[in-house]
C-alpha cells in the first residue's frame, strides 16, 4: 500500500525545474506532499483531495490524477532552499487518518 | 510554540533497556500519529489515535512497543527491551480531524533521535 516515487534523487542548477511522481495501487482520497530538510522534520508543502480542491504552497504546484491513482509535484525556477528530501503520503479516504508515506525523493539544487 | 513538540530530542540507550518517548500534539488536534524513520529511508508509520476512539495499533512492529494518549492530548511511545534495530527517529504528528473522520494536514514534530548501543 505503500506509494511509489519516481525518480528517486534528482541534481538540478538553481532555475531548473523539476517534476517528482507518486503512484498508488489503490484508490485515493488525498495525497499529501512533504519535504524534510537534513535533520529536520518533514514540513507540510501541498494537500490534494479528490475532487479537485488543492491547497498549498505559493510557489509549488501539483496535480492529482484520481483515475490514474497518482500525482504529481512541480518545482519551477527551482531555488537552493528546495534542496531536500520529498516524500508523498496517501489517504485512502476510510475514517482512518494514516497516510501511506513514500521512500521519498531526493533533490538537490546546486548553484 | 504552538507547534508538536518531543522530548527527549535524543536519546542514547543500552540494548536491552525500556525507553519512553513523549509527544505533545498541537493544542485542539485531536488526531495524533507515530512515525518511524531510520536512516535514509521514508516514514514508517506506526500507531494513530484519534479522540476517544480505539487506537489504530496496525503499524506497531512488535509488542515491544505501545503507546498511549492521556487525556486526548500528550502522548509516549514506550519501547521496551530495546534492540539495535530500534535505532531511528521516531517522529510525532498532529492533525484536526473533519466530520466524518477524515484528516486535515499532518504537522510533525522534530523527532527524537534514539541510539540503541
Known amino acids: 500500500q505503500q506509494p511509489v516515487q519516481s525518480p528517486q534523487a534528482v541534481i538540478l542548477r538553481e532555475g531548473e525545474d523539476a517534476v517528482i511522481n507518486c503512484s498508488s495501487s489503490?484508490?485515493?482520497?488525498?495525497v499529501h506532499w512533504y519535504r524534510q530538510k537534513h535533520g529536520e522534520a518533514p514540513v507540510f508543502l501541498m494537500i490534494?483531495?479528490?475532487?479537485?480542491e488543492q491547497k498549498g504552497h505559493e510557489k509549488i504546484s501539483a496535480s492529482f490524477n484520481e483515475k490514474k491513482q497518482q500525482s504529481s509535484l512541480y518545482l519551477t525556477a527551482s531555488q537552493l532552499s528546495y534542496s531536500g528530501t520529498y516524500f508523498c503520503?496517501?489517504?485512502?479516504?476510510?475514517?482512518?487518518?494514516?497516510?501511506?508515506f513514500g521512500r521519498g525523493t531526493q533533490l538537490t539544487v546546486w548553484p | 510554540g504552538a507547534g508538536v513538540s518531543q522530548s527527549p530530542s535524543n536519546k542514547v540507550t543500552e540494548k536491552g533497556k525500556d525507553v519512553e518517548l513523549r509527544c505533545d500534539p498541537i493544542?485542539?488536534?485531536?488526531?495524533l500519529y507515530w512515525y518511524r524513520q531510520s536512516l535514509g529511508q521514508g516514514l514508517e508509520f506506526l500507531i494513530y489515535?484519534?479522540?476517544?476512539?480505539?487506537?489504530?495499533k496496525s503499524g506497531l512492529p512488535s509488542d515491544r512497543f505501545s503507546a498511549e494518549r492521556t487525556g486526548g492530548s500528550v502522548s509516549t511511545l514506550t519501547i521496551q527491551r530495546t534492540q539495535q534495530e530500534d535505532s531511528a527517529v521516531y517522529l510525532c504528528?498532529?492533525?484536526?480531524?473533519?466530520?466524518?473522520?477524515?484528516?486535515?494536514?499532518?504537522?510533525f514534530g522534530p523527532g527524537t533521535r534514539l541510539t540503541v548501543l
Open positions: 489503490k484508490a485515493l482520497y488525498s
Open positions: 490534494l483531495l479528490k475532487g479537485g
Open positions: 493544542s485542539g488536534h485531536t488526531a
Open positions: 503520503g496517501t489517504n485512502r479516504g476510510s475514517t482512518l487518518g494514516r497516510l501511506y
Open positions: 504528528a498532529s492533525s484536526l480531524v473533519f466530520a466524518g473522520g477524515r484528516t486535515d494536514t499532518q504537522y
Open positions: 489515535f484519534q479522540g476517544n476512539s480505539a487506537p489504530d
